[in-house]
């Protein structure tokens, strides 16, 4: 089976109701992300933050995934999928997609703030100030900030050297390094790029930009593969 890679973005989750950040104004949800998605955001004003996350998360318990989400789950009939993802909901696992990296973190996960090797599913939607870990220090959301280490780009950039098929859904390619993986698919690999509006990039042979939503989007792309199964 060929190894399809897919990157996917906020825009992969717009049609299920959850807001992208960039196409308003570099707010998320109203907040400037310094705020809420930075460690000087969490150290000025904890509690800020932990109910910016909590509302997220209450707000993905109430979404479902859309149909780009579902199709992209489908093609793991005809393809090795991998899913590389800068989104913090769990909508591709929710559709069936079963190899799924999150670079950015999970929203359903929190940490501890002294081992960030002590990661636990939250139950529900609340995490509070004095919800501590087994350490005894204070929970934080398993969310990777601005200005913090990406661990997870590591296996990201194996994956995309090894993909024979690369597809970008739904980012604006602005925020690295994931913006980045682009650099290390292997030279030749098909890439499509699906988003209603054109990110930067840099026009190639190789590159097929299908200008659509995440769910048309996904549709068109399986009729383009279909001949390569
Ligand atoms: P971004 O907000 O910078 O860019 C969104 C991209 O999606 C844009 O290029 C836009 O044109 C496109 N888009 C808008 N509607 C679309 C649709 N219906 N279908 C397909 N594409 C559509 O997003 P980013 O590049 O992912 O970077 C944002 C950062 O914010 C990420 O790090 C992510 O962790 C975080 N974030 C996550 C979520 C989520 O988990 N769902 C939501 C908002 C922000």
């Given at each position: 089976?060929?190894?399809?890679?897919?990157?996917?973005?906020?825009?992969?989750?717009?049609?299920?109701?959850?807001?992208?950040?960039?196409?308003?104004?570099?707010?998320?949800?109203?907040?400037?992300?310094?705020?809420?998605?930075?460690?000087?955001?969490?150290?000025?004003?904890?509690?800020?933050?932990?109910?910016?996350?909590?509302?997220?998360?209450?707000?993905?318990?109430?979404?479902?995934?859309?149909?780009?989400?579902?199709?992209?789950?489908?093609?793991?009939?005809?393809?090795?999928?991998?899913?590389?993802?800068?989104?913090?909901?769990?909508?591709?696992?929710?559709?069936?997609?079963?190899?799924?990296?999150?670079?950015?973190?999970?929203?359903?996960?929190?940490?501890?703030?002294?081992?960030?090797?002590?990661?636990?599913?939250?139950?529900?939607?609340?995490?509070?100030?004095?919800?501590?870990?087994?350490?005894?220090?204070q929970l934080r959301p398993h969310i990777v900030w601005f200005g913090e280490a990406v661990p997870a780009i590591e296996p990201a950039i194996?994956?995309?050297?090894?993909?024979d098929i690369f597809v970008v859904v739904g980012t604006s390619l602005n925020v690295y390094p994931a913006a980045g993986l682009l650099n290390?698919?292997?030279?030749?690999?098909?890439?499509?790029?699906?988003?209603?509006?054109?990110?930067?990039?840099?026009?190639?042979?190789?590159?097929?930009?299908?200008?659509?939503?995440?769910?048309?989007?996904?549709?068109?792309?399986?009729?383009?593969?279909?001949?390569?199964?």
């Amino acid at each position: 089976m060929k190894k399809l890679v897919v990157l996917s973005g906020a825009g992969m989750s717009a049609e299920s109701g959850i807001k992208t950040f960039r196409d308003h104004d570099g707010l998320w949800e109203n907040h400037d992300v310094t705020q809420v998605a930075s460690p000087e955001g969490w150290a000025a004003d904890p509690h800020l933050v932990l109910e910016f996350y909590n509302q997220r998360r209450k707000q993905l318990y109430e979404t479902r995934p859309n149909e780009g989400h579902v199709g992209l789950a489908e093609l793991e009939n005809f393809f090795d999928v991998h899913v590389i993802t800068q989104n913090i909901d769990d909508l591709h696992e929710q559709a069936g997609s079963s190899k799924v990296l999150h670079l950015h973190g999970e929203l359903k996960k929190v940490r501890s703030t002294v081992d960030e090797s002590l990661v636990y599913e939250l139950e529900g939607w609340q995490l509070n100030w004095g919800d501590k870990c087994e350490k005894g220090s204070q929970l934080r959301p398993h969310i990777v900030w601005f200005g913090e280490a990406v661990p997870a780009i590591e296996p990201a950039i194996e994956l995309t050297q090894q993909a024979d098929i690369f597809v970008v859904v739904g980012t604006s390619l602005n925020v690295y390094p994931a913006a980045g993986l682009l650099n290390y698919v292997s030279r030749g690999v098909p890439i499509y790029l699906i988003d209603p509006a054109q990110p930067m990039f840099t026009p190639s042979s190789n590159i097929t930009f299908i200008q659509e939503k995440a769910t048309t989007g996904v549709k068109k792309l399986i009729n383009m593969l279909k001949p390569q199964q």
